[in-house]
């Protein structure tokens, strides 16, 4: 089970931090994925981090989003900085083997 936290209103160019807690281990799993549906639009890939850490970002977002992972806490974070109203989405977190958040919300505007 994966639950995200952590979204909210922001006004352009603010950040925020998105958590996605498991409810086990991650420490074996071979890469944890970040998603956003943006209302009217299919789900999009945002980034992905592996078991050794390595990371990968959509274009959209690269320069201003870092994923990052706490395997001791078995959580995945999203970092969100300069944040645009295109970013407004509900953002999910995602595993290998299918699981999906419940999502939360991030809406960016003044």
């Known amino acids: 089970q994966l639950v995200e936290s952590g979204g909210g209103l922001v006004q352009p160019g603010g950040s925020l931090r998105l958590s ?13 994925y970040w998603y956003r549906q ?3 639009k299919q789900r999009e890939w945002v ?3 592996t078991r050794g850490g390595v990371t990968n970002y959509a ?4 320069t201003r989003f870092t994923i990052s992972r706490d395997n001791a806490k078995n959580t995945v974070y999203l ?3 300069s944040l645009k109203p295109e970013d407004t ?4 977190c995602n595993d290998p083997l299918g ?4 999502g939360t919300q991030v809406t960016v505007s003044s």
């Open 38 to 40: 943006a209302p009217g």
């Open 79 to 81: 970092q969100m900085n």
């Open 99 to 102: 699981n999906w958040g419940q």
């Open 59 to 62: 274009a959209s977002v690269k």
């Open 20 to 32: 996605c807690a498991a409810s086990g281990s991650i420490s074996s799993i071979s890469a944890m």
């Open 47 to 49: 980034a992905t981090i």
């Open 89 to 92: 989405a509900v953002y999910y």
